[in-house]
């Protein structure tokens, strides 16, 4: 996945802004638009900003499967609202 390779600037940037599962989505879309291939980018986005602000590695491998990412998907095309946190974590 192409796309994946230049997702780790995305939450390095964007580490405490709720939009960078947006920024995620999009900087994914430009040349990877599959499905399948946003979610692995949103999934290692979460699993990188989780790494930038201190969490455990069994954290960050426990919380990347916790949260939907097929209804953050969704939403970033526009159906739906993604559920997010005060600090902009995906909620299941």
Known sequence: NGSIMRIAP???YFVN???????AVNSSKT???????????VALA???KDALLGEQKSYILNHSIN????YNIN???GVGT???DSTGNLLK
């Open 46 to 48: 979460q699993m990188t």
């Open 75 to 77: 939403s970033s095309f």
């Open 82 to 84: 993604a559920k997010e």
């Open 67 to 70: 949260f939907d990412l097929s």
């Open 10 to 12: 995305i939450p390095m």
């Open 31 to 41: 040349t990877h638009a599959h499905p399948d291939c946003i979610s692995a980018c």
């Open 17 to 23: 802004d709720k939009n960078m599962y947006k920024q």
